[in-house]
């Protein structure tokens, strides 16, 4: 079985902050991970994903996360965040394996970002 | 780009209805997935299909069914909505070796 725990589930950050969005899962083989984004009233888009490559993976919108095994974790960060940065955030994990590969998400971190 | 296309941005019916949400999509992928999104309670999979007529349960299958005729379309089915079933529901797509991809959701109310 498989799970995943987000931090927080609102964050709020000022204009031009640091971004951490902390996701720790739990997996019996080794994970894949993803993070999804949710803008209002739209459907999730990914930002990255990590399947046993790089550790340090990097997406769209320059947000990048670390995959760090020893700590079953896999933060979401942004050095700068923008107003449009706004939005949740979903941390997902897979095992890989058939039966469509199925995702288990995270309940969401809902993302503030004030001037 | 990929394309996964809800029937309906928003739907409202009444308790006792049998209720159709509609998800087609344009990428020739064998699994498509239903999900419902709760605040709070994140995603949670419904049922998912990985080929024309093939299903499986998920994690919260019950009050709901499925149906696969076309590869293209994969349909949720409430046989007798209930309030408990109001929620935005979202239909997702993957190919091999791909991430899922998302539609822009259906939010359904039941009054």
């Known amino acids: 079985a498989q799970s995943v725990t987000q931090l927080g589930s609102h964050v709020s950050v000022s204009e031009g902050a640091l971004v951490l969005l902390r996701c720790n899962y739990s997996?019996?083989?080794?994970?894949?991970l993803f993070w999804y984004v949710q803008y209002p009233n739209q459907g999730l888009q990914l930002l990255l994903k990590?399947?046993?490559?790089?550790?340090l993976v990097k997406g769209i919108n320059g947000f990048e996360a670390e995959f760090k095994k020893s700590e079953t974790s896999f933060h979401l960060t942004k050095p700068s965040a923008h107003m449009s940065d706004a939005a949740e955030y979903f941390c997902?994990?897979?095992?890989?394996?058939?039966?469509?590969?199925?995702?288990?998400f995270g309940t969401g971190t809902q993302l503030k970002v004030e001037l | 780009d990929v394309k996964v296309t809800q029937s309906s941005r928003y739907l409202v019916k009444r308790t006792g209805e049998k209720v159709f949400l509609e998800c087609v999509q344009d990428?020739?992928?064998?699994?498509m997935f239903w999900y419902r999104q709760d605040p709070g309670l994140g995603l949670r999979l419904i049922y998912f299909?990985?080929?024309?007529?093939?299903?499986e349960k998920g994690d919260i299958p019950e009050g709901y069914s499925v149906s696969r005729e076309k590869k293209e379309r994969f349909s949720l089915i409430l046989e007798s909505a209930s309030t408990n079933q109001t929620s935005m529901y979202l239909c997702?797509?993957?190919?091999?070796?791909?991430?899922?991809?998302f539609g822009d959701g259906t939010r359904l109310s039941i009054l």
């Open positions: 997702a797509i993957r190919g091999a070796n791909q991430p899922q991809h």
């Open positions: 997996s019996s083989v080794p994970p894949y």
């Open positions: 990590y399947t046993s490559a790089a550790t």
């Open positions: 997902a994990v897979s095992d890989g394996t058939g039966g469509g590969n199925k995702l288990t």
């Open positions: 990428m020739d992928h064998e699994n």
């Open positions: 299909s990985y080929d024309v007529k093939m299903k």
